[in-house]
């Protein structure tokens, strides 16, 4: 079989090995099945299946472990991983600040909705303990940053894995940005402040809406909040073209 032929092959096999994963409720820790075993199941050659398996270990989802008992074992993926690749595309594609903000505004507005339906009393707490880091981190003078946690808490708060995260990656995608201009001396030490503390009054204002159970009020806050950084988008776009 040609080279191309053996690659399309594989790729055929973990997408049926993935597929099983699925299916079979991805259980970590579970065996899957020896090599010897999966071969005759897949019905391909070794070289077949050992490439299939480097795409499937490559995705994250299960992992070949070797010696006695050993076999395609089924793993837990890492968000973390998940979230940087989604980070490298968005910048190879060079989306901008204002295509984020876009994105940000229609996830973070079903977001805090959600959250403020769903609200539980550790909710409530993990929202207290975010705003006082936050306010912590300013104090201390870290500027940039601190802004990012406070929206993932309220993604995570409404209780759909997908939300949380394009909000983590969108936001620190932001986040990133911020940095390179500040780096560039295009932000300075002292507009990063006066930002990071309307921000944080922002963060208040929205979490005490969602503590009150107001989805209604805390969206209206989350949208002013939001667009309060679009205005400042558009004000950096006019210095630009002076």
């Given amino acids: 079989m040609q080279e191309g032929g053996s690659q399309r092959l594989a790729e055929t096999v973990a997408a049926r090995i993935e597929k099983d994963i699925v299916s079979s409720g991805w259980s970590t820790g579970t065996v899957l099945g020896s090599e010897r075993e999966l071969i005759e199941r897949y019905g391909v050659s070794r070289a077949v299946f050992r490439e299939a398996v480097r795409l499937v270990e490559h995705h994250q989802m299960a992992r070949m472990r070797r010696g006695p008992g050993g076999g395609l074992v089924v793993t837990e993926p890492d968000p973390g991983i998940v979230r940087d690749a989604a980070r490298v595309y968005l910048r190879r594609a060079a989306v901008s600040r204002r295509q984020l903000f ?112 107001d989805a209604a009020l805390a969206q209206h806050r989350m949208r002013r909040h939001l667009q309060a950084i679009a205005a400042l988008l558009d004000d950096e776009a006019a210095d630009e073209q002076e």
Avoid: C, Y
Avoid at 163 to 187: C, I, K, Y
């Fill in 102 to 213: 876009d994105a940000r505004m229609a996830l973070e507005l079903a977001g805090v909705t959600a959250a403020a339906e769903k609200l539980t009393e550790p909710g409530i707490a993990r929202l207290a303990e975010s705003l006082a880091t936050e306010r912590d981190l300013i104090d201390r003078g870290v500027t940039l940053g601190h802004a990012r946690n406070l929206h993932s808490v309220i993604a995570e708060l409404a209780g759909n894995p997908a939300l949380t995260l394009f909000v983590e990656v969108l936001a620190q995608l932001d986040q990133d940005m911020v940095q390179q201009e500040w780096e560039s001396g295009e932000q300075s030490d002292e507009g990063l402040r006066e930002g990071a503390l309307r921000s944080h009054e922002a963060h208040e204002a929205i979490v005490e809406a969602i503590v009150g159970g």
